[in-house]
C-alpha cells in the first residue's frame, strides 16, 4: 500500500490546482455564452463563425508543437503566463468585434495561444511533479477543470437568462480577468522551472521526427473523438433518431461530468508507466466501441427501454473517456525525452486537435446519419485505433526495457 506522503501532492501542485480553477470558471462562462455573443451582439452570421473556428482549429494543429518549443526554451512558467496572457488580450479584443476579418484575425490569435498554453503547462506540470506523480496531478487538474467549468457554464445561465449585450460583453472581460489572475498565480506563487539551453536540447523538432509517437499521437487523436460525441453526436441522435426526451442530453452530460469527477483520478491508477499507460489506451478504445455499441440498439428500441440503454452508453463512454484521458498523460510524459516536455506535450495535445477537427464531420456523417450500421462502424474504428496504442508505444526505443510485448496487449 502507498504511503499518504507519497501521494501527496507539492505545495506547487496545489498552488497550480487554485489556478486552474480560476482559469476554468472563465473558460466555463465563456463556453456557454460565446457563441450567443459572436451571433447577437457581434452580429456574426452562423456560418461566418464556423468558417473562424475552423481555421483557429487548423491554426492551433500546426502550431502546438513548435509553441511547445518556446515552452521548453524559455521555460514553462515564462511561456505558460505570456500565453495567458495573450488569451486575457484576445479575450478583451473580442468584445470589439464586430466585423467577419476581425473575427478572424481575434480567433487565430486565441488559436495560437491556446496551442502555446497547452504545451506550456504539460511541460510545467512535469517540472513541478515527481514522474510518478505526473498523470496523477494530470488526473487531479482534469477533475478541477470539470468543477470550475461547471461552476462557471451555472454562473453563465443568468448571462443568458438575462439576454443583455452588456452583460455578455462584461462576461467576457471577467474571463479576461481571470486569465490574469490565473498568470499572476502562476507567475509569483510558483516556483521557476529552468528552461533548457538550446545546445542541450533536442535538435528541432524532435517530436515530429519521433514516428511511433506520432503514431499514438493520431491514434490517441481518434479516441479523442469521445469529446464530440457526447457533446454533439450523441445529443443528435437523441433528438433525430429516437423517442428519447430531449432533457435526456442534459442527464446524459451531468452523469459524464460527475463519474469524471468522482472517479477520475481512480482511473489514472497504475497510468504513470507506460505498459499501464498502452493497457488504458487499449481498454478505452474498447469501451469507446461498446458504448457505440449499446447506441446502435437504440435505434431498434423505444420508450424506458431507450432511455436505459442511453444511460448505460452514457456510463460507459465516460470509462472509456477517462481511461484514454490517464492513458494519453502516461505516454506523452514517459516518451518525452529530457529537455522536449513542452514540444512533446504540444505534439500531445496536437492529436486532441485533429480529433476535435474532424470529429464532427465523422461522427455526424456516420454515426447519426447511418443509424445503427454508422454506430458500429464508428465502434470499429474506436476498437482499432485502441488495438494498435499499445503496439506504437511498444515501438517506441523508450519503450523497450519497460513494455513486452506479452504486457503491452495484455488486458
Not at 481512480?266 to 487499449?282: D, I
Not at 457505440?292 to 432511455?307: F, K, M, N, Q, R
Request: aromatic share 6%; hydrophobic share 55%.
Amino acid at each position: 500500500m502507498t504511503s499518504p506522503s507519497s501521494t501527496a501532492l507539492s505545495p506547487a501542485v496545489r498552488r497550480l490546482i487554485i489556478a486552474t480553477l480560476v482559469n476554468t470558471l472563465g473558460n466555463g462562462v465563456y463556453a456557454a455564452i460565446g457563441a450567443m455573443y459572436l451571433t447577437r451582439v457581434a452580429e456574426l452570421s452562423v456560418a461566418h463563425v464556423g468558417v473562424g473556428l475552423t481555421i483557429a482549429g487548423v491554426l492551433g494543429l500546426v502550431t502546438s508543437t513548435p509553441l511547445g518549443v518556446v515552452a521548453d526554451r524559455l521555460g514553462p512558467n515564462r511561456a505558460y503566463v505570456g500565453f495567458l496572457l495573450l488569451q486575457a488580450i484576445t479575450m478583451s479584443a473580442l468584445t470589439q468585434v464586430h466585423s467577419f476579418g476581425a473575427y478572424i484575425a481575434v480567433a487565430a490569435v486565441t488559436a495560437i495561444a491556446d496551442s502555446g498554453q497547452r504545451g506550456a503547462k504539460g511541460a510545467l506540470i512535469a517540472g513541478l511533479s515527481e514522474p510518478d506523480q505526473r498523470v496523477r496531478t494530470r488526473a487531479v487538474l482534469r477533475v478541477t477543470t470539470n468543477i470550475g467549468m461547471g461552476v462557471g457554464l451555472a454562473l453563465a445561465g443568468i448571462v443568458l437568462a438575462l439576454d443583455k449585450p452588456g452583460l455578455y460583453v462584461g462576461a467576457l472581460l471577467a474571463n479576461a480577468v481571470t486569465y490574469c489572475l490565473t498568470a499572476a498565480m502562476i507567475q509569483f506563487g510558483l516556483p521557476i522551472v529552468a528552461g533548457v539551453a538550446s545546445e542541450s536540447a533536442p535538435s528541432g523538432l524532435t517530436a515530429l521526427k519521433d514516428r511511433p509517437f506520432l503514431a499514438f499521437v493520431v491514434l490517441d487523436g481518434v479516441l479523442n473523438m469521445h469529446n464530440v460525441m457526447a457533446q454533439l453526436a450523441i445529443p443528435l441522435w437523441i433528438v433525430t433518431a429516437t423517442d428519447a426526451p430531449r432533457w435526456m442530453i442534459s442527464v446524459l452530460l451531468v452523469i459524464n461530468a460527475l463519474v469524471v469527477v468522482f472517479l477520475q483520478i481512480r482511473a489514472a491508477r497504475g497510468t504513470e508507466h507506460l505498459a499501464g499507460a498502452a493497457r488504458a489506451g487499449r481498454r478505452s478504445g474498447l469501451l469507446l466501441a461498446a458504448a457505440c455499441g449499446v447506441l446502435a440498439i437504440t435505434d431498434l428500441t423505444s420508450g424506458p427501454v431507450t432511455i436505459a440503454l442511453l444511460i448505460v452508453a452514457a456510463l460507459v463512454h465516460v470509462l472509456g473517456e477517462m481511461l484514454q484521458s490517464a492513458g494519453g498523460w502516461g505516454v506523452s510524459f514517459e516518451l518525452a525525452p529530457p529537455g522536449a516536455q513542452g514540444q512533446y506535450q504540444g505534439a500531445y495535445a496536437m492529436g486532441h486537435q485533429f480529433g476535435d477537427l474532424v470529429a464532427p464531420l465523422v461522427l455526424t456523417t456516420i454515426a447519426v446519419s447511418w443509424g445503427w450500421p454508422g454506430w458500429l462502424l464508428t465502434a470499429a474504428l474506436f476498437g482499432i485505433a485502441g488495438a494498435f496504442i499499445p503496439v506504437a508505444v511498444r515501438r517506441h526505443p523508450a519503450a523497450a526495457a519497460e513494455v513486452s510485448p506479452a504486457t503491452a496487449v495484455a488486458t
